[in-house]
Structure formats: structure tokens, C-alpha cells
């Protein structure tokens, strides 16, 4: 006879209300996983997106990502022509707010040479860039589509297709305009400003003379790390290969937040096992009487340990797929995106059977020291 | 006639003590007590005279500070427990009774009786089969399935005397069975251990205040400051 089950079944109420609560914590613990994950994939997504295997980009920076970056646009040219390159690109990055109807949207900018590297790497709906100006390809997570409208600094841009798979290491959703566009976008000054800078006779820079990168991607045969490393020989280049770029990303654009994640995560789940434990405790004893009695009528130690354990892992494990179904079905409404990977499940149910254990043993030490002798108490 | 029966119960000079020095409490003080099958004794005494020391004693819930202690042809105690396993010896010769029936609340009545049967490795068919034959045995096989919170006070009594019968004990504890009951249902559980007493030729030790049932038990014994008066 299992008592265990038998106690649940009585008091089916109670432990599903005690489920539901342990699962709205587990769920957050799930959630804060999720969001780290997510932070880490948007973070590499746009590397991964762009998928240059080197990245050339100001002496002394480590853009364009992690700080911004200016090189000549003629670097291209030079890139190209170095033994091993096989296809360059020259992009710029840039963050801006507009307005979509009533509410704001944040986007991150990119440009890009329509046909070269750095473009999106699919088209869900619609078409990409052509060339043609004041064209526009936007992630969907923007809630763009093809038809719309939108205002970028100065000028009107139509959006002629849709992308997946591209937002900034921020969670802001990409845009991809032409490198003409977005040039004009990042350096052209409003009219008055530059009246103001041709009255102080200043010369203008011409907007299409600088980039924030220029990538590359290498023949099989080539070692990025040896290119990376002819290039930054140049003094006033910089290089990195993609993972050096994958790096920088993970380990200093989000490492604060990472670390944030990672610490408030480790607070949850203690938080969890503190819980956990309370709940055992005061389970077991409320069933102080009958522990009693089930040690006087000749119940050995481990029917009364398998009674507490069985219920503390059923009210785990119950809970935390009660908190995995909550988080699956609402993830997608998180303002950034929350990815639940089956490893991070796993390793999580892992982590809540161990708590559960550990939870337990309060409550098995109060069980056993229970005289049988209180059973006979008035 | 009882005399010429080995008792089922024999205390030889059994002495309880708590504490040490000026803090000793001397609760049962040489006890001597033999207790034969088809006897149903009683144990009388004002609160902290040791009744209830003296039922964890024969219980083996408590161990005794010196003495001797037989149960069942089985010398239990004697300086120290003979046995190690001593809830293994409760499940099998001893069956206990409690004022407040003590049955498990998560548990329909036949299952309060087949969890012992179950702990003394009856199999769950014949464990339900004895535990039903067992409620019939005490007319309350109509109330089965039902959980102790739904019993009134005298049918959850008697599923609690079915419980401490289940495993067939020699010996039966019973802490006041009857002070939650009316005179009638008290006369009938005393019945029901006089019944028990004699058809499974058991000792029934019964603790009581209730006076009301003094004229169904064999004998009286009157504890006082940790001392057994022979006889009331």
C-alpha cells in the first residue's frame, strides 16, 4: 500500500494548490534560464545571421558591436585582395526608435551592399533588397510586413520583404536597409545642421566614405586566425575571426546581464529548496499523529521515510511540469525572447529531484524522531 | 484456573525513573505482574501515577530502568531489550488501542486495517479479505470504505480494535478505548475485548477512569506513585 499516494489522494485539493504554487516558482526559475538563453542567442544572432568569418574593423575597438567602429569604405577593396578571401561586405549598425502607429519601435539598423555579404540570410514574406533606395527588410519580430510604411531619420521606407533570426544583442529586432541608405541615415546631417557646419566652413564628409565593418569569408582552404592576424598588422585596422567576435558578444556586450541572470537564477532555486523544505516540513507535521501511530502498530523507518520522500518528489516533479507547460505557453508573450532548451528541462528536473532529496531530510529527521509513545497521547 | 496457563504478560520487578540525582522522578517502582490469555485487566490511578509509563513498558515503547519482562513465552527485557527490533515485536504480538482510535485519516477503514496486515507481509488480496472479515467480525463491514472523518465515535472504535486485532496479537494495550463513549457503546467494546480475550486466548491491559465499565473487567489493579496496589 502505498501511503504516500494514499495522503495525496485524500488530500487532493491541498496538493494540487501547493503543486500550482510550487509550480509558479519553478516556472520563474525556468523563465530566468529561458531568458538567458535568449540573451546569449540574441546576443550571437546577428553574428550568426551575418556569418563572416572575419571581422575588420577600427584599430583600438572592438566594434562594431561591442563599441563603435569607423573604417573607410575603400578597406573593402583592400580586404578582398588579400591571398585566402574569398567575398567581402561592408556594413554599418545602428540603433533607432520610431514611431509605428502609436507606439514606439526600437530598431537595429543595418546596412548593407544588396548581393554582398552581410545581408539577411532568409526572406520569410516578400522580397530582399534590390538595390533601389528607401527599401527596407525587417525581422518579424518587428511586426512589420511587406506593404508597410515606416519613418527612419528623414526619409519614408518601404518594407519589401521580411527576415528571421536577426535582432541586436539587446533583443531589438534588425532592419536591413541598403549601405547607401543607411549611411545617409547614420551620418547625414538635418539641412540646418548643415548649413550651420557650411557657414562655419567646415568641409563635408561624404556619407558613403565610412563603414562600421568590413567582413570577409575565407576559402576552405584559408586560416582565419592567420588572415585575422595579417590584417591587424595594418595600424589602423583591427580583425577577429567569428568566434573571437561570438566572445565578445557573450563575454563582455552581455556579461553583466549574463552574470545578473546567472545569480538571481541561483537565488530562485535556493529560494526553491528553502520552500521546498517548509512545505515538506510542515507536511510532515501535520502527520505527526500518524507517524507516531505507524511506528507503534510496527511500521519500519523506511515506510515513514518513503511516505515524506515519495511526496516531496511527487510535489517537485509535479511542480515543475506544471511550471514547464505555464513558461511553453507564455513565453512567446515575454517582451525578449525566452528559449527553453530540452538539456535546460532536463538538468532543471536534475536540479529539483536533488532539492526535493535534500528538502526531505528535515523533514525525515523530524519523522523519526517522533516517539511512537505520542500516539498514545490524549 | 488462570494460574495453571503460562501468563502472556510477566513483569518481574520492573522500575522506571527519569532524570538524575534531585531531578529523579521515579515513575513505576517494582512492578510485579502476571497477566494470563482470556484475561482483560484494568489499570486505575490518578494522572502522573505512571498507568501510561507502565503501558509504554509493556508496549516496548519505553525501556524499563531495571526489572524483568516477559511477553508471550518470550523474555523481552531482562537489564536490557533482548530484541533490537522492537517495532518488529510490537507488530507481532501486540495490538494497541488509543482513547482517540488514532486511525490514519488518509485511509478508508479496511485500509487502516490491511496497512498492518501489509507491514507483517500479508499480501494485499488476503490482507483486504482479513481486514473485511475483521469489520464484519465487529459489524461495521458496511463502513468499509469509508474514511474516519465520516465514522461516528463508536464505529471508528471499533475500526480501531479491528486494526489492533488485524495481525492476530497476544496481547492487547487499550488507552481509556471507552472515555469518548456513551455508557452503551462503551459496554460494547468491552464486549467486543472480552470477546477477542477469549476466542484468540489474548491478555487485554485496558487503562481507565471510566468507571462504567469497572464490573467488565477480570481485575483492578490501582497504580499510585509508581507503586501497583494488588487489587481494587
Known sequence: MNLAYRDVRHNLGRFIVTCIGLSLLLGVVLAMIGIYRGLIADAMELVETIDAQIWVVEKGTRGPFAESSRIPLDTREAIARIHGVKSVGAVTFQSIETQTGASKLRLYVIGYEPGQLGGPKHIILGRGLTGRNYEAVADMRSRLEPGDHIQLGRNNFTIVGTTDNAVSSGGEPAIYLSLDDAQKLQFDLSPSATRRERARGLAMVKSTDTVSAVIARISPNASPDHIAGTIRRWKHLSAMTEAEQGKILTQSVVEKARKQIGMFTGILILVSAVIIALIIHTMTMDKIREIATLKLIGAPNRIIIGLIIQQSLAMGLIGFAMGGVLISNIKDYFPKRLILQPMDGLSLAGVVVVICLLASIYGVYTALKVDPAEALAG | ?232
Open chain 2, 1 to 232: 484456573m488462570m494460574q495453571d496457563k503460562q501468563p502472556l504478560i510477566s513483569i518481574e520487578d520492573i522500575s522506571k525513573h527519569f532524570g538524575k540525582g534531585e531531578t529523579r522522578v521515579d515513575a513505576l517502582r517494582n512492578i510485579t505482574l502476571d497477566i494470563y490469555p482470556e484475561q482483560v485487566i484494568g489499570l486505575l490511578g490518578p494522572s502522573g501515577s505512571g498507568k501510561s509509563t507502565l503501558l509504554n513498558v509493556i508496549g516496548c515503547i519505553l525501556e524499563p530502568s531495571s526489572g524483568r519482562m516477559g511477553l508471550d513465552d518470550e523474555t523481552v527485557y531482562d537489564g536490557h531489550w533482548l530484541r533490537s527490533d522492537l517495532r518488529g515485536l510490537r507488530l507481532e504480538k501486540i495490538g494497541f488501542i488509543f482513547q482517540a482510535h488514532n486511525l490514519i485519516p488518509f485511509l478508508s477503514a479496511i485500509d487502516n486495517i490491511a496497512v498492518v496486515l501489509g507491514l507483517a507481509g500479508y499480501s494485499a488480496t488476503v490482507a483486504q479479505k482479513r481486514a473485511q472479515e475483521l469489520l464484519d467480525y465487529l459489524e461495521v463491514g458496511n463502513r468499509a470504505n469509508s474514511f474516519p472523518s465520516s465514522l461516528s465515535g463508536g464505529e471508528a472504535q471499533r475500526v480501531a480494535i479491528a486494526r489492533a486485532l488485524a495481525n492476530k496479537p497476544r496481547i492487547v494495550l487499550a488507552d481509556e478505548p471507552t472515555a469518548a463513549l456513551d455508557s452503551t457503546r462503551a459496554g460494547i467494546v468491552m464486549d467486543l475485548l472480552r470477546k477477542v480475550a477469549v476466542e484468540q486466548q489474548a491478555a487485554v491491559v485496558v487503562v481507565t477512569h471510566d468507571e462504567k465499565i469497572y464490573d467488565r473487567l477480570d481485575h483492578i489493579f490501582h497504580l499510585r506513585d509508581g507503586v501497583l496496589d494488588k487489587e481494587v
